[in-house]
C-alpha cells in the first residue's frame, strides 16, 4: 500500500527529475500488505535517463531517518522516462534486496503510470498497489 501522500511524492519526484530517471527509497513497514508510509527523494547518482543509482548520501539518511520514526526501507522507486513501468533487464540485476518492494513509474506517456514489483532470483512479480 502507499499512502496517497507517498504516491504524491513520487510521482513530483519523477516529473521534476526528467529528462534524467529520478530514483528514491520507501519506508515504511513490512506486512500483508505492506505498507509505505514516507518515501526519501535521492539523487541518480548514474545521471542518467537509462540508468540509477541512488546516491549513497541519500541512502545513509534516508535510512537514519526511517529508524528515527520506527520504521525500515522496505522498497526503492525510479523512473523509466521512455519506456513502460516494467523492471529493465538492468533493473533486475542490480536489485539489491528479495524482500523489497520495486515501484517503476513511466513518464512514456502523457499521464504517468506507478506499478510496483517483487525481484527474487531474477524473476518478476507484479503486486497490486493500493492507495491509504
Same mark, same amino acid.
Not at 515504511?28 to 537509462?50: D, K, M
Not at 517503476?104 to 493500493?130: C, H, K, M, Y
Given at each position: 500500500?502507499?499512502? !496517497?501522500?507517498?504516491?504524491?511524492?513520487?510521482?513530483?519526484?519523477?516529473? $521534476?527529475?526528467?529528462?534524467?530517471?529520478?530514483?528514491?527509497?520507501?519506508?515504511?513497514?513490512?506486512? &500483508?500488505?505492506?505498507?509505505?508510509?514516507?518515501?526519501?527523494?535521492?539523487?541518480?547518482?548514474?545521471?542518467?535517463?537509462?540508468?540509477?543509482?541512488?546516491?549513497?548520501?541519500?541512502?545513509?539518511?534516508?535510512?537514519? &531517518? $526511517? $529508524?528515527?520514526?520506527?520504521?525500515?526501507? !522496505?522498497?526503492?522507486?525510479?523512473?523509466?522516462?521512455?519506456?513502460?513501468?516494467?523492471?529493465?533487464?538492468?533493473?533486475? $540485476?542490480?536489485?539489491?534486496?528479495?524482500?523489497?518492494?520495486?515501484?517503476?513509474?513511466?513518464?512514456?506517456?502523457?499521464?504517468?503510470?506507478?506499478?510496483?514489483?517483487? !525481484?527474487?532470483?531474477?524473476? !518478476?512479480?507484479?503486486?497490486?498497489?493500493?492507495?491509504?
Amino acid at each position: 500500500m502507499l499512502g !496517497i501522500g507517498v504516491m504524491e511524492k513520487v510521482l513530483a519526484h519523477c516529473l $521534476e527529475g526528467a529528462p534524467l530517471e529520478a530514483c528514491g527509497l520507501l519506508g515504511g513497514r513490512e506486512g &500483508e500488505p505492506a505498507v509505505a508510509e514516507r518515501c526519501y527523494p535521492a539523487g541518480n547518482g548514474a545521471g542518467s535517463a537509462r540508468v540509477y543509482t541512488v546516491e549513497a548520501r541519500d541512502l545513509l539518511r534516508a535510512d537514519r &531517518e $526511517e $529508524e528515527a520514526a520506527g520504521g525500515e526501507l !522496505i522498497g526503492v522507486w525510479h523512473s523509466h522516462t521512455h519506456t513502460e513501468a516494467w523492471p529493465s533487464p538492468t533493473d533486475v $540485476e542490480a536489485a539489491p534486496d528479495p524482500g523489497w518492494h520495486y515501484v517503476v513509474v513511466s513518464l512514456r506517456d502523457l499521464e504517468p503510470t506507478l506499478r510496483s514489483f517483487r !525481484i527474487r532470483d531474477g524473476n !518478476i512479480a507484479e503486486e497490486p498497489v493500493v492507495l491509504q
